[in-house]
């Protein structure tokens, strides 16, 4: 049985979102919007990291506290527009390890064409979340996922800000185990493979190429 998508309503990430869609809004927000809403969704996705208690020494007296146990986090964007969630995921866990996975779509049939893979030598032993703005037809995320799952990583989550029904079916059909958190769950796609009604091109928002 697939993991139930979280849908992330928090005031702020919606009041951000509402900016991200806006035609208006140019490159340089955009980008600061990108990763500020990352960085929110961030603690969301990071919620069920395992803890253990370690005893350390504050200025009044010893004392024990939490910190993260277990299995180390690595973010992995689907370029070239996951690059935009990058830095605000690495303000909240700067010790994460980053791996980048290249994918486009073909134009005309719209399926997903894998161009590069870079990933950290211990990527199995990972807690790994996947970052792409947009989950549209899913063809991206799917094969991504695909990739990690061959390189032996058991713990993957996918985040992104976007999806349309079509993509989040084909992911949770493709890899039910994986959790997926966004920001809104949107109409549809349209005849292009776009998200309505989204925010257009995200890879072309970010990066001033639109």
């Not at 849908?7 to 900016?19: N, R």
């Not at 996705?45 to 299995?71: F, H, Q, W, Y």
């Not at 830095?87 to 779509?105: C, N, S, T």
């Not at 998200?195 to 990066?207: E, H, S």
């Amino acid at each position: 049985m697939a993991n139930k998508p979280l849908i992330m309503d928090h005031p702020l990430i919606q009041h951000k979102l509402t900016l991200l869609r806006d035609k208006r809004t140019g490159s340089k927000e955009f980008r600061e919007m990108i990763a500020e809403v990352s960085m929110l969704m961030c603690y969301e996705a990071t919620r069920d990291l395992p803890l253990k208690e370690v005893e350390i020494e504050t200025p009044m007296t010893m004392t024990k506290s939490n910190v993260i146990s277990g299995r180390k986090l690595a973010f992995v964007p689907i370029l070239r527009a996951g690059l935009g969630m990058v830095d605000g995921v690495l303000e909240m866990i700067p010790a994460a390890k980053v791996g980048h996975i290249g994918i486009y779509r073909d134009p005309e049939s719209h399926k997903p064409v894998d161009y590069y893979c870079k990933l950290p030598k211990d990527i199995a032993s990972r807690h790994v979340i996947v970052l792409d703005p947009m989950l549209a037809t899913g063809g991206s995320a799917v094969e991504a996922i695909n990739l990690l799952k061959k390189e032996g990583v058991q713990n993957i989550k996918f985040m992104c800000i976007i999806a349309a029904p079509e993509g989040l079916d084909a992911l949770t059909t493709a890899h039910p185990d994986v959790q997926v958190y966004c920001a809104a769950l949107d109409e549809k796609l349209d005849e292009n493979k776009y998200i309505l009604p989204g925010l257009g091109d995200a890879g072309d928002r970010i990066f001033g190429t639109k």
